[in-house]
């Protein structure tokens, strides 16, 4: 009998280690390294079609190769469509990570319904009767979904052979094992193994698969790193337990942008799209408050329109408070020390709370100018009028500078009913013609000057 082969793996980011030792040298977690059985059967999971392993590949010239558009699978949501690209390739492989309860299985098991393609959810965490209690929940039809309730990859496989589905969803990987490793589902070794079994699947057979990952309190998909090396797309469902706004991101995407971004609304009959993320993301008030101001923004192509909230209050300990949601701290920081410099507002002794209304996370330095415009609102106790939205990013020396897509920003506000937009002096606009006001500012203090005279 041959000797049984083990290795060390750290089990927060997979690092692999000869023997054991208490802490991880590469993500420096301590008691995270564990033992682990590698020994492999002289089997194969997923057998390939004679012809297809008969083929000898030969290298051709670049401008031989066919460059053909590939033909992408409609999955009948526009958000999930825009992040992906276009829609899903075949034989592609998507894993898509996200905190607990956030809408992972909520969401596929959704699209798995609507979708006018054959397709398998595989689940190793919950039972028949419990989606199908979901799926009722969601939609009442679909007649193009099988549910199999299974963790071991060569019972999944057989029966794929059997239905054989158009596509097909995992969830989640981690729940998944093969009988060619000895060791327990969701260990390095086993989640390695399982996807490699996957894409062999997903390559040969030209069906795509869609996986559903954990991930660990970092935020980090849970497993080797080496798990979103192998995979064609990364997408990340994110957003705030507290709200009922989602984000769908792409992290990585073999076929099509990272920059898009998709948005949900949570409610009790699943997931809605929302189009128009605008108009929600701006509170609707019946009077005019301060410290509001609205900003121009970008997510990947699309421009939206959010709150910056801010108040600014005498600091009642000794320390003043900077405090930031949605927003860079240390952006704040920079922002309050230019306003004080270059300005002259003394807001040394102040505490300054700001907020990105919606739940959202913004790192777009464009809304600089917003920022500003609702600190300075609350500090002077004047509201910024509601018809004003803002697109400018501020200079250390205290210079508004121009924002990239001015275009795009200064139409979308024209689109949504704003009166004025203040820009840099020095962006290069391309619109004729306008409905919307355009105002140029140069400094901070222009700015100042123009909203509280």
């Not at 098991?109 to 054959?118: A, E, G, N, T, V």
């Not at 320390?319 to 920079?334: E, V």
């Not at 913004?362 to 609702?374: G, H, K, R, S, T």
Request: net charge neutral; hydrophobic share 35%.
């Amino acid at each position: 009998m041959s000797k049984v082969k083990t290795t060390f793996f750290c089990q927060n980011c997979g690092a692999q280690y000869a023997k054991w030792q208490g802490q991880c040298n590469s993500c420096k977690e301590w008691n995270t390294i564990a033992e682990e059985i590698i020994q492999k059967q002289e089997k194969v999971a997923w057998k390939s079609e004679p012809t297809s392993s008969n083929k000898a590949t030969k290298p051709l010239k670049i401008n031989e190769i066919d460059s053909t558009q590939e033909i992408r699978m409609d999955t009948t949501d526009g958000e999930l469509n825009r992040v992906l690209g276009g829609g899903i390739v075949p034989g592609s492989l998507i894993l898509l990570g996200g905190e607990p309860g956030i809408g992972k299985s909520t969401l596929l098991l959704q699209i798995s319904l609507k979708l006018p393609y054959k397709t398998l959810y595989v689940s190793g965490e919950e039972s028949q009767k419990q989606i199908k209690m979901r799926a009722e929940r969601i939609t009442p039809s679909g007649d193009n979904c099988y549910i199999l309730t299974e963790t071991k990859t060569q019972n999944i496989f057989k029966q794929i052979e059997a239905i054989q589905p158009e596509i097909v969803i995992i969830d989640s990987i981690q729940t998944l094992h093969t009988d060619y490793i000895e060791s327990t589902p969701g260990s390095i070794s086993q989640i390695r193994e399982t996807t490699a079994e996957l894409i062999k699947f997903a390559k040969e057979t030209n069906i795509p698969v869609i996986l559903i990952g954990h991930i660990t309190k970092d935020g980090n998909i849970a497993g080797p790193k080496i798990l979103e090396h192998m995979v064609d797309t990364v997408l990340q469902f994110e957003g705030d337990r507290n709200h009922v706004y989602r984000i769908l991101r792409s992290l990585k995407n073999r076929f099509g942008s990272t920059a898009e971004i998709g948005i949900y609304e949570m409610l009790g009959n699943g997931l809605r799209e929302v189009s128009n993320p605008s108009e929600i993301l701006i509170s609707h008030k019946d009077e005019e408050l301060s410290g509001t101001a609205i900003a121009s923004t970008l997510e990947g192509m699309r421009p939206l329109m959010i709150e910056i909230q801010s108040l600014v209050s005498t600091a009642v300990y000794g320390t003043p408070q900077r405090s930031t949601t949605g927003y860079n701290a240390k952006r704040l920081n920079m922002i309050l020390a230019v306003l004080e410099k270059r300005a002259g507002f003394r807001l040394g002794a102040k505490d300054v709370f700001l907020n990105v209304t919606g739940g959202i996370s913004v790192d777009d330095p464009a809304i600089d100018l917003a920022v500003v415009a609702a600190i300075l609102s609350s500090n002077e106790d004047i509201p910024v009028n509601k018809d004003f939205c803002f697109a400018g990013e501020v200079g250390l020396s205290g210079e508004i500078r121009p924002v990239n897509r001015v275009d795009q920003r200064i139409q979308e506000a024209e689109k949504l009913g704003f009166s004025t937009i203040f820009v840099s002096k020095y962006n290069k606009i391309a619109l004729k013609n306008t409905g919307i006001n355009i105002r140029l500012v140069a400094k901070i203090e222009d700015i100042a000057s123009e909203l509280f005279g």
